[in-house]
């Protein structure tokens, strides 16, 4: 992979992190950690969480802190969804009032002084609301002055929500969903390549379950990779802007992952997937 990292802010980060969503789904805490350790021994200084991903008693913000990683390592979290205990997925939104206790919150299970990205994401699982993030995105911009914040980013977001989150305060990344088998948002990555905004999307891997396309798996039988590695690969490719954070709770899906850093598309392999 050419032009493998990205210039966030004042950190510099390869593009291929690790999300930790599916991180709670492993056996148990030494499971997780292993996972966690292996990806940092594998180039993985970018790790992406949230308070909200827990499972099966483990949370992913609790088994980072545990894992004791340096500062080198940037962590990135996302503030803005409500979910509770028995639901499996977050239903609805914090009231703007309750943002900086789910900070501070970020800040006590991560067990940092400051946290190095804090995305603002409005709106549910469905498509982006249209509805103004100013108010909500001052309370994140606030928080930076004050600096318990390094740097700000917005997810799940339309084009003019992100314009309104820029007039803010500056904005460093956008996370919204984005795989290369279904490239709905490129007007969003390209304003994010214009401007030097890292765009990271969620579900890189298609979302649930891996995309049945024929396409990603004819280049990935012709490249001798699979398709985690194709998708990845090809949305590294895209844009050098874009970065690409995939998740797991196993070793072994890990190292698969990571290996798409390995693989080089050609221009007629990206067409094939366009």
Known sequence: MTNDTWTLGDRTIRRLGFGAMRLPLADDRDAAAGVLRRAVDLGADHIDTAAFYFRNGLAANDLIRDAALGPEITIATKVG???????PYPTGQLPTDALRGEVERNLRELGRDRLDLVYLRPGGIDVPTEDSIAERFEVLAALRDEGLIRHLGVSHVTLPQLEEARSIAPVVAVQNRF?????????????????GIAYVPYFPLGGFGLPDDPRVAKVA?????????VLLAGLLAL????????GTSSVAHLEENMG????????ADMAELA
């Not at 088998?181 to 304003?191: E, G, I, N, R």
């Not at 844009?239 to 995939?246: D, F, H, M, T």
């Not at 798409?260 to 221009?267: E, I, P, S």
């Open 81 to 87: 969804p409500a979910r509770a205990p028995d639901d």
């Open 179 to 195: 795989d290369v088998s279904q490239p709905a948002d490129t007007a969003m990555l390209a304003v994010c390549e214009r401007d």
């Open 221 to 229: 039988a012709r490249v001798g990779a699979t398709v985690p590695q």
């Open 239 to 246: 844009s050098p802007a874009a970065l690409a954070i995939p």
């Open 260 to 267: 798409a850093a390995d693989v080089v598309l050609t221009g």
